[in-house]
């Protein structure tokens, strides 16, 4: 999975902080927000270009990696949920989303670079325990927040690497899942809050994340995770 970026490095007050920015091959991914659920819309040039980022997430620790994607979807329409930018981040770092619309200001150009990531970085989906998800003390999930209309995802190496074995099958499992059932086919998955689906988390962002695969085009909204 190769990933075109832009790295920064901005300071604010005493803290400094490493941006990665993807650099999408064409507009392929719309983020909107909604009243029960968040939703994203996909194309096969962006589902590539989403899991590369997710990896990348999971291999970068100490960065936030931003995908700027309301500068690519175009206007918003008047009935139309409003659309987000999305950053991923390691939970160490303890980011406050508070903090993002200063950070953001101060980006500029940044230092393009692109990354290569092989695929084996997710695991085989019967290599996930899901088991273990069960055990006291848990914390390799996804946390939802939300600033400077902006959706935050944060977890560990592990919870972007279980999850991004799911984000990378809009990909490898969405064309032929719609070549397979032509007549209003869809796929998709579903992502949570710790994983536990609560209609709005703590902080009021929805607390589900569904993700569609479109072919050829973003466009709507999805729903529940596989093809029918």
Excluded: N
Excluded at 49 to 61: H, I, T
Excluded at 104 to 114: D, I
Excluded at 177 to 189: E, F, K
């Amino acid at each position: 999975m190769k990933l075109r970026t832009t790295v920064h490095q901005v300071r604010l007050g005493r803290a400094e902080y490493r941006v990665v920015t993807a650099v999408p091959r064409a507009p392929g991914v719309v983020l909107h927000d909604g009243p029960w659920s968040l939703q994203m819309v996909v194309d096969r040039p962006g589902a590539v270009d989403l899991a590369a980022a997710w990896a990348l997430a999971a291999r970068s620790p100490r960065s936030l990696i931003h995908l700027p994607l309301r500068a690519d979807a175009g206007p918003t329409g008047p009935t139309e949920p409003d659309r987000l930018d999305l950053v991923l981040l390691h939970h160490s770092l303890a980011f406050p989303p508070s903090r993002w619309k200063a950070v953001r200001r101060r980006l500029g150009a940044g230092r393009p670079h692109t990354v290569d990531i092989p695929d084996s970085d997710f695991p085989a989906e019967g290599d996930i325990d899901h088991v273990r998800r069960g055990f006291a003390g848990w914390r390799d999930e996804l946390r939802f927040a939300g600033a400077a209309r902006t959706l935050f995802l944060t977890g560990s190496a592990t919870a972007f690497r279980w999850t991004g074995s799911w984000v990378r099958s809009l990909s490898t499992e969405g064309p032929a899942a719609l070549r397979r059932y032509p007549q209003g086919a869809h796929y998709c998955i579903t992502l949570c809050h710790e994983s536990t689906s609560p209609a709005r988390t703590s902080k009021g962002v929805p607390g589900q994340l569904h993700i569609e695969y479109a072919e050829g085009h973003v466009a709507g909204p999805g729903a529940a995770r596989g093809a029918g």
